[in-house]
C-alpha cells in the first residue's frame, strides 16, 4: 500500500475539518475525492504533504510514518506531487525555470540534464512551446500544465491534485484534464480532489465520497455514479448531476 490512512483528524478552532479518515492508496491506482464545500477534501491533501499537522491518527507514505521537520520532510515533499488550485508559479522566472528549480535544488541534477528533462515533460504537457516565458504571458490553463509538470520533475511517488480546473476557464479546463488522463493512463498514483464528474468516471479506480470531515461511501465510479448507497451521497449527485 502505497498511502495509509488510520484515524486521522485535523481541527481548526471548533471546525473539525477531518474526523478519524481511514484512506488507502495502492500504488498505481487513481482515486477521486468528491463531496460538498468544506467536506474536508483540500485538508486531507494538505495533511498528506504535511502543509498542515495532524491532531491524530498516523499517515504513512511507503510503509515509514510521515516526517515531522526538516531533510526528512523535505525528502518526503519531493516524493509526493502536489499541484494546487492556484498554480503557484514563480513569477519571476520562466516556465521552464520553474520546472527546473526542484530537480537543481533538490535532486541536485545538473542545469543542463534538468533542461532536457524539463523540455520533456513541457511537452508532455503540451506547452514545451512556452518554455520561455513567464507565468503572467501564460493561460490559466498553461499555468495549470506547467504546475503539473514541475510536479512530475520530482519523479513523485504519488501526485496530490486539489481541485485543479476550479480557477480554470470552462475551455481551459479540457487541456488540463486531458494531462490528467494521460497520467492517470501511464499509471502514476493519483488523489485527486475535483468536481470534474466526467474525469471521475473515466480516470478513476475508485471514488470516495466525503461529508463533515469524513469518508462516507467509497466505490467504483461505475457504482457510485449509478447507485451510490448513502442518502447524502444521492443528494449530492442530484445536485451536481442536474445541473
Known sequence: MLLRMRGVSKSFGQHRALDRVDLDLARGEVVVVLGPSGSGK???????????????????LDGEPLPQEGKDLARLRSQVGMVFQSFNLFAHMSAL??????????RRLGREQAQRRAMDLLERVGVA?????????????????????RALAMDPK??????????????????VLAVMVELAASGMTMLVVTHEMGFARKAAHR???????????EATPQAFFTAARTERAQDFLAKILTH
Request: glycine content about 6%; some cysteine.
Open 129 to 149: 512551446d512556452q518554455a520561455r516565458k513567464y507565468p503572467a504571458q501564460l493561460s490559466g490553463g498553461q499555468q495549470q500544465r506547467v504546475a503539473i509538470a
Open 97 to 106: 525555470d520553474n520546472v527546473t528549480l526542484g530537480p537543481i535544488k533538490v
Open 158 to 175: 504519488l501526485m496530490l491534485f486539489d481541485e485543479p480546473t476550479s480557477a480554470l476557464d470552462p475551455e481551459m479546463i479540457n487541456e
Open 42 to 60: 483540500s485538508t486531507l491533501c494538505r495533511c498528506i504533504n504535511r502543509l498542515e499537522t495532524v491532531d491524530a491518527g498516523s499517515i504513512e
Open 207 to 217: 471514488v470516495v465520497f466525503m461529508d463533515a470531515g469524513r469518508v462516507v461511501e
